[in-house]
């Protein structure tokens, strides 16, 4: 008898062991991704992409380049960018969180509005690497759709606004990336590359540069 007690408490606690193990499992697969992680879906780093143009208030149209998507788009009555008819995009995500049915991510973004002159196709209006927190509803079959997006405020409320909106952690990385020119120039990189996907479809060929940054004279310049 006593060894039949034995074999049942033996099962019970076999069997408790495996209700715990399988919480915990459970648990583990539902846990939603690091804030901390770099390695962003494919399919959320793209709708990052796009809600930089919603929050432009433009629609983007995309193009293959070397393999990757890339995405432009063409300004039309837009009193920010008024002197621009390309907008281009560039954003690093610093970390997001997936929580199944939505999605929120912490990037640094760029917009740059473009336009010609003189020939050439250049910068002439955009903001740079703005510690932007968006928010994303997911579908049942993963489409990440924009939702709202919140930007950093300037000046003085700068550093306040951007502890407000990140993880403590990430709010440090998005302060001190400001200082960081080669950030900068890559996210100014990831826009000429939009610019140069708008000029494909439209078919022209032209110089894309910035005539603030570099030392040169436009023929306008001349009277």
Do not use: W
């Not at 063409?74 to 954003?91: F, K, P, Q, T, V």
């Not at 020939?119 to 509803?137: A, E, K, W, Y």
Request: proline letters at 2%; hydrophobic letters at 35%; a negative charge.
């Amino acid at each position: 008898m006593l060894n039949n007690k034995k074999t049942a408490i033996g099962f019970i606690c076999i069997g408790l062991a495996a209700i715990v193990a399988a919480i915990i499992v459970s648990a583990v697969l539902r846990k939603p991704h690091s804030y901390f992680s770099t390695d962003i879906p494919k399919e959320l780093d793209q709708a990052v992409a796009r809600s930089i143009f919603s929050m432009n208030g433009v629609s983007a149209s995309d193009t293959e380049v070397d393999g990757k998507t890339v995405y432009y788009a063409e300004i039309r009555d837009s009193e920010a960018y008024s002197s621009s008819e390309c907008l281009g995009e560039g954003h690093k995500v610093l970390g997001y969180r997936d929580k199944g049915d939505s999605a929120e991510v912490y990037a640094l973004c760029s917009s740059i509005g473009y336009g010609f002159r003189d020939g050439m196709f250049v910068d002439n209006s955009g903001s740079f690497c703005i510690p932007t927190l968006i928010r994303f509803d997911r579908t049942e079959n993963g489409e990440y759709i924009f939702k709202e997006a919140q930007e950093s405020e300037d000046g003085g409320e700068f550093v306040s606004s951007v502890k407000k909106m990140f993880p403590a952690s990430l709010a440090e990385k998005a302060i001190a990336a400001q200082g960081d020119e080669d950030l900068r120039d890559n996210l100014h990189d990831q826009c000429d590359a939009c610019a140069a996907a708008y000029l494909k479809a439209i078919g022209r060929e032209a110089k894309i540069s910035s005539y603030v940054e570099e030392d040169y004279k436009l023929l306008s310049d001349y009277g």
